[in-house]
């Protein structure tokens, strides 16, 4: 073999990085069970908030030392084996659309005192009743206003041509909760998009009906606040020019002369004649300015030294900056202009800059804004900046960030990062006019009312094209570009509820889903030495080296692991093993023509190379157009997938290749072997003619899917809160409960409808959700759910139920919240999944119509896909009706692509096998050709399918009732992928050709 030291290399260096960015992955582990024995309580329940506490205080601690070079924990994180929300768990976040700003933003801001009072009395009552926020506005409104008209609000400009002064209130609340309505939908996709961006795998985010919130669920959140700022700011990207602090001298100095003035006041009513101390009953306006004078002389200092070295200030300005009376207001002078502060100030001054009588000093078309970020100096103190803005009338600015079309994080030219955003046509068109006509000004960038950037402008730019520098992390320019890229929300949000809550699956399916599947991988490995001898060891190695390059890969590219993704893996190893079993099975019928053994392994990896080729080309094909149009969990099957193929095509073609190589040079001396005496002849000169069983096999896979198809239009299928949404619950028991063990309980008493629990807050916390009932609005369905809720928990942990929780005791459960939630896929997501699927069968049919020139052949594999996920889906509807009650959930939808998956790797062997039989024997008919080749295949078909199955029959017998499902689909569907392959896909060729021939004939 050529370049035997080149793969021996290559191995080696992705060895050593799998093994340092795992290195991380079990470091991290360490650290989290440290916080989880510390978040304990005396009862042995685990206090979430206080196990993220634990982790938050060593988030910049060092903890891991590898090789003199220090990590901290943070570093850790940055670098471990992500995990999804499915398996580890994450941060919930229940946000609340303003519907107060919406209605405001509706009435032009109309400062009516009437208007102002209802929507007050509105938010008071929102938290203690259950109508919406529009009809609670109303009812108020009607009450402060009785013989008011809301079109005496709301008609105006921007409502032209919907609302008019003779509109009636039924009409303008139509509008009202129209505009409302739309605003929640529209933060809701804003807020997916900004999650998707943000990095995480497979987050949750549904709408809960009638209040106008927005729950979320992020996977393995290590920094809470980032989240937070991710999901509240606005991302009202504003463009505004910076006034020079001569254009506001006189409104600085009269701003001053008060503040002064005020002091002197304080002091002689505070402090007395006697000079005594601050008393205890001065006012809070007096206390800040009394705390504001007791800087003065050092904040004065300061002024001064820096009031030298500006050239813009006016005498006005420097002459008070001289004043012993000088409060910090206004006293620090930046070069450029602008103002500096301490941060320790910055809450005072806002006091001080937000009254009425000192905004009336300034112009009205300016504004007072911070800089988002303080600079810290070599003392460690911190200073922040004010700028004063122009704005246009109403307060607009020159351009806002509905223009940017595209953000993405970049470096600065002094290699710092930054954010390098692009404009639409009529943004770059704006900004050209705009940086044109203010040369040698300085222009605000400014995002939810904080500048992040105000370069002087040295030119015009005309392309629409702009980098925002402001000192930022890596992080904070990522986000930043993602938030200016996903869009600005159309209302402010704010958090009402946060709480760190457990995997979907729990501890204990976690457990039996991995030893289940590495109970099976060790049956796979003992029968691969047994069927193949060392040939098997061989493949074994490789295999190995398949799950450690993938997992090793995931945690270098920072992806997570999921559910889904574990799908992907399952069909990897699959891929893997029948590479080596192609490559065998040639090497084996070399030996029985008598090829000597070099020759024999030269002519096995020759031979199989092309149908591997086909097989992961395919299969990657579907990655890449998963991963391209997908979302949520396709998306995470997607990454896993491709990554798999790429690791087993290279561990089975190559790594193999280089130690069969090393094992075999001795020729035939060599005491290598690729089969044993139990599998010697097994499968040799089969002459099943398969063919003539094609019509048997139309009529037998078309009764299986009509069934399904009666069944599923009858019965429906068991469709789970990922697909319809429900009711959620909070639980909170006197002790921990097992989430997996409450669900089997639930399920039962919610007559087998789709379940969720998982932990909330603290192992005695569930948080409950299902979709019994979920077509039902009305109070009675509610009470009728509840009552279901607490009548199977009461079974199945023998508790008692209270209502109150401030009186629960030892043995009992209270319900501490509930709410509706809507579906986890949305409609966009089923959409995308759809489309992926549409274009990923187009892919493979252009692929095999240009691989064997055929067209017969694409139209073979896609309908034998198609016919896999029909029969998949009818074994789903006739389980249902047998009793066996599988839940379609999100997890479902990786099932079915990795069946997809499996099935057209299985198709294209028997294809490739076909090709080459057609080259040989060209004067046999086809159908003594398709029969041959089918022949020829069937025992690397039967081991590739056999050692598969074995890791799935096991996961399903043992891998516990949570997981029953996701392995029953991937049973059925390799079963039928590997059926199809024989019974479906060659036969329609044969039957496309037979009719092509007649067409040619006639």
């Given at each position: ?17 799998c093994v340092y960015y795992l290195s991380f992955t079990f470091v991290s582990n360490g650290i989290k069970e440290d916080a989880t024995e510390y978040a304990k309580d005396e009862s042995g329940n685990i206090v979430f908030a206080k196990r993220q506490f634990y982790l938050d205080s060593v988030y910049n601690e060092p903890v891991y030392n590898l090789l003199g070079i220090e990590f901290t924990y943070k570093e850790v994180q940055d670098m471990e084996l992500n995990l999804g929300l499915d398996l580890q768990g994450g941060m919930h976040v229940t946000l609340e659309v303003s519907p107060v700003d919406i209605i405001k933003g509706l009435s032009g801001n109309n400062e009516d005192a009437g208007f102002t009072k ?499 080309v395919t299969t990657f094909l579907i990655g890449a157009i998963l991963y391209w149009l997908g979302q949520g969990p396709v998306k995470g099957f997607a990454i896993t997938l491709m990554i798999g193929i790429a690791c087993s095509f290279f561990s089975a073609v190559f790594i193999t290749r280089v130690i069969v190589s090393w094992m075999s040079k001795r020729g035939d001396d060599s005491k290598i072997s690729f089969s044993t005496p139990f599998s010697k002849n097994l499968f040799n000169d089969l002459s099943i003619n398969f063919m003539t069983k094609r019509k048997m096999a139309y009529i037998g896979s078309g009764i299986v899917i009509v069934i399904g198809l009666v069944l599923m239009t009858i019965n429906g ?286």
């Amino acid at each position: 073999m050529k370049n035997k030291g080149f793969i021996v290399f290559l191995t080696s260096i992705i060895t050593l990085l799998c093994v340092y960015y795992l290195s991380f992955t079990f470091v991290s582990n360490g650290i989290k069970e440290d916080a989880t024995e510390y978040a304990k309580d005396e009862s042995g329940n685990i206090v979430f908030a206080k196990r993220q506490f634990y982790l938050d205080s060593v988030y910049n601690e060092p903890v891991y030392n590898l090789l003199g070079i220090e990590f901290t924990y943070k570093e850790v994180q940055d670098m471990e084996l992500n995990l999804g929300l499915d398996l580890q768990g994450g941060m919930h976040v229940t946000l609340e659309v303003s519907p107060v700003d919406i209605i405001k933003g509706l009435s032009g801001n109309n400062e009516d005192a009437g208007f102002t009072k209802a929507l007050e009395l509105a938010q008071e009552r929102q938290s203690k009743s259950q109508k919406t926020f529009v009809d609670l506005f109303y009812d108020a409104f009607k009450e402060v206003n009785p013989d008011k008209k809301l079109s005496s609000i709301f008609a105006n400009a921007a409502n032209r041509g919907k609302i008019g002064f003779d509109t009636e209130d039924s009409e303008v609340l139509r509008v009202i909760r129209t505009e409302v309505d739309g605003a929640i939908d529209r933060s809701f996709n804003i807020l997916r998009t900004r999650i998707d961006r943000f990095g995480t795998s497979q987050p949750n985010i549904q709408k809960l009906e009638n209040t106008g919130r927005i729950q979320i669920e992020i996977p393995g959140v290590d920094n809470p606040e980032r989240v937070k700022k991710l999901l509240q700011g606005v991302a009202k990207l504003e463009f505004l020019q910076v006034i020079a602090i001569n254009e506001v001298g006189d409104a600085l100095s009269q701003a001053n002369e008060i503040i002064v003035a005020e002091q002197k006041a304080a002091k002689k009513t505070i402090q007395g004649e006697t000079g005594d101390s601050l008393s205890t009953d001065a006012s809070t306006e007096n206390q800040d300015i009394a705390s504001l004078l007791k800087e003065e002389d050092e904040t004065t200092a300061e002024a001064d030294s820096l009031g030298a070295e500006s050239d813009s200030a006016t005498a006005s300005l420097d002459s008070l900056e001289q004043s012993q009376e000088v409060s910090p207001l206004f006293s620090l002078i930046k070069m450029r202009g602008g103002l500096i502060y301490s941060v320790e100030d910055t809450a005072k001054i806002n006091k001080i800059i937000q009254r009425e009588d000192i905004k009336s000093l300034f112009p009205r078309n300016t504004r007072l804004i911070w800089d988002v970020k303080a600079n810290k100096l070599d003392d460690g103190s911190e200073l922040l900046e004010l700028y004063v803005v122009r704005t246009l009338r109403n307060d607009q600015a020159m351009l806002t960030g509905e223009v940017i079309n595209d953000a993405r994080q970049t470096f600065d030219q002094s290699g710092q990062p930054a954010v390098d955003m692009s404009m639409d046509a009529e943004g770059a068109r704006k900004w050209s006019k705009i940086t044109r006509e203010n040369i040698g000004n300085r222009i605000a960038i400014v995002l939810d009312n904080y500048v992040y950037s105000a370069p002087v402008v040295n030119s015009e730019i005309p392309n629409g094209k702009s980098i925002i520098e402001g000192n930022f992390t890596m992080e904070e320019a990522k986000d930043l570009a993602n938030i200016l890229k996903a869009g600005s929300l159309p209302a402010p949000t704010r958090i009402v509820e946060e709480a760190i809550i457990g995997p979907t699956l729990g501890k204990e399916s976690q457990s039996q889903g991995i030893l289940s599947i590495v109970a099976g991988l060790a049956m796979v490995v003992i029968f691969m030495v047994a069927y193949y001898a060392k040939g098997g060891l061989v493949a074994n190695i490789a295999l190995v080296f398949n799950i450690f390059f993938i997992l090793g890969i995931l945690a270098q590219l920072n992806a997570a692991l999921t559910l889904p993704g574990i799908a992907g893996i399952v069909l990897t190893i699959g891929m893997s093993i029948d590479a080596n079993v192609l490559i065998f099975e040639r090497i084996r019928e070399e030996r029985r023509g008598g090829t000597p053994l070099l020759k024999a392994i030269s002519a096995g990896y020759d031979k199989a190379y092309s149908s591997i080729v086909d097989a992961n080309v395919t299969t990657f094909l579907i990655g890449a157009i998963l991963y391209w149009l997908g979302q949520g969990p396709v998306k995470g099957f997607a990454i896993t997938l491709m990554i798999g193929i790429a690791c087993s095509f290279f561990s089975a073609v190559f790594i193999t290749r280089v130690i069969v190589s090393w094992m075999s040079k001795r020729g035939d001396d060599s005491k290598i072997s690729f089969s044993t005496p139990f599998s010697k002849n097994l499968f040799n000169d089969l002459s099943i003619n398969f063919m003539t069983k094609r019509k048997m096999a139309y009529i037998g896979s078309g009764i299986v899917i009509v069934i399904g198809l009666v069944l599923m239009t009858i019965n429906g299928l068991n469709m789970g809160v990922d697909f319809t949404g429900g009711r959620s619950y909070v639980v909170r028991f006197s002790e921990s409960v097992q989430p997996t063990d409450l669900k089997l309980a639930l399920e039962s008493s919610f007559e087998n409808k789709g379940t969720e629990v998982k932990t909330f807050g603290a192992n005695n916390i569930l948080k409950v959700t299902t979709s019994y009932l979920v077509e039902e609005e009305s109070s009675e369905a509610d009470d009728i759910v509840q009552t279901k809720l607490v009548d199977g928990i009461t079974a199945a942990t023998g508790m008692t139920y209270v209502a109150d929780e401030s009186r629960m005791a030892g043995n009992e459960f209270t319900i501490s919240g509930s709410s509706k939630v809507g579906a986890t896929i949305a409609d966009d997501i089923k959409n995308a999944s759809q489309e992926s699927v549409i274009f990923s069968l187009i892919a493979i049919f252009l692929y095999i119509l240009i691989r064997f020139r055929r067209w017969q052949f694409g139209l073979g594999a896609v309908v034998a896909l198609f016919h896999d996920t029909l029969v998949v889906l009818s074994a789903f509807a006739i389980a249902k009706a047998l009793g066996f009650n599988f839940e379609i959930d999100q997890v479902f939808i990786a099932a079915i692509l990795t069946v997809i998956g499996y099935s057209i790797n299985d198709t294209v062997v028997v294809f490739d096998r076909i090709r080459e039989t057609l080259g040989i024997t060209s004067k046999a008919s086809n159908e003594e050709t398709f029969n041959k080749a089918i022949n020829d295949t069937v025992s690397r078909t039967i081991m590739t399918s056999m050692t598969t199955l074995v890791v799935i029959l096991v996961l399903f017998l043992f891998g516990g009732e949570v997981l029953r499902g996701f392995s029953f689909a991937l049973l059925v569907g390799i079963l039928v992928g590997t059926y199809s392959s024989i019974f479906i896909a060659t036969p329609i060729v044969l039957d496309l050709a037979k009719r092509k021939k007649k067409a040619v004939e006639a």
